[in-house]
């Protein structure tokens, strides 16, 4: 058996297309653990209505702590051998889980991440800045995120540093360097942020947590904000050439990606801020 753990927090839009996927899939033998994460809105009602359907789903639930902590607690009660971690706005080929774990057959295999990752709203203006390859063949090489891996390693290991916010789950890298290897034929669909709100926000996290891995001297972040301050115009538009020329989607420079790139820069500054003077990494 395997145990798929999901970390919500507020994923009422979301998260019965995720387990309506995972119930699709070819491989059955799992188990899904959910782990709320203090979500305000109806998410635990549609959970708990589809469980009633499915066995397989089992709920907990935590003060709001961020999906580091999530999914630890989802570890320690998890039946299963190896773990996978899923977030709530995911969809997947009916394969996945499958071509997922295969090489965990291996012994000197812990852990794999997926191949592809595609935005899945990509119609949405906002998500279409964002990006629609999230992860590409040729990129995940590069990926240090753990999708599946064995659950002892994980334990003994102490699991993920909620520290790291956004990129938790790239614990075992940031304190080991250790990264996982891509098991072939498993996409992915994801979600991208569909408003300015939510691009601002998700910006806003992944900045506090990207200064938990960096300068721990405030006086010196702060200058390094006042810098990043000063310099934004040009920053700005520097950037936005450069993510329009990614994506070769010209027609969305103007206004659009401009756009999308001052909400995301200022998104991230205000990550930086919160995280100096609060020392908060998660949303």
């Known amino acids: 058996m395997i145990s798929i753990i999901i ?17 699709r899939q070819t491989y059955k033998n799992f188990e899904i653990i959910i782990i709320d994460d203090g979500s305000t809105d109806e998410t635990i009602k549609k959970i708990r209505e589809f469980s009633k359907k499915d066995r397989k789903i089992r709920i907990l639930n935590q003060k709001h702590k961020g999906p580091g902590a999530a ?8 039946k299963g051998e190896i773990l996978i971690f899923v977030d709530a706005d995911m969809t997947f080929d009916k394969d996945y889980i499958k071509n997922l774990i295969n090489p965990l057959e291996k012994k000197e295999i812990i852990g794999t991440t997926h191949e592809t990752e595609i935005a899945k709203n990509i119609k949405n203006i906002w998500s279409n800045c964002w990006g629609r390859i999230r992860v590409s063949k040729k990129g995940a090489k590069k990926v240090k995120i753990f999708r599946a891996i064995k ?8 699991g993920f540093d909620p520290k790291y916010g956004y990129a938790d789950d790239q614990t075992f890298w940031f304190k080991y360097r250790i990264k996982p290897i891509v098991a072939k034929n498993t996409i992915c669909y994801h ?6 709100k939510s691009v601002y926000n998700q910006s806003r996290w992944i900045g506090s947590s990207s200064l938990s891995r960096w300068l721990k001297i405030p006086i010196i972040n702060w200058l390094v904000v006042g810098v990043l301050f000063v310099i934004s115009p040009p920053l700005i538009i520097i950037l936005a050439i450069k ?8 027609k969305i420079f103007f206004p659009w990606m401009l756009i999308f790139t001052t909400v995301r820069y200022f998104g991230t500054l205000a990550g930086y801020k919160r995280k100096i003077l609060r020392g908060i990494n998660f949303r």
Do not use: M, Q, V
Request: with cysteine; proline share 4%.
């Open 7 to 23: 970390p919500t927090y507020n994923e009422e839009k979301d998260i019965l297309d995720c387990l309506k996927s995972l119930e």
């Open 71 to 78: 999914r630890n607690l989802g570890a320690k009660y998890a």
């Open 151 to 158: 659950k002892d390693f994980f334990l003994k290991r102490g």
């Open 191 to 196: 979600k991208n942020p569909e408003t300015l």
């Open 243 to 250: 993510k329009t020329l990614k994506t070769k989607n010209y």
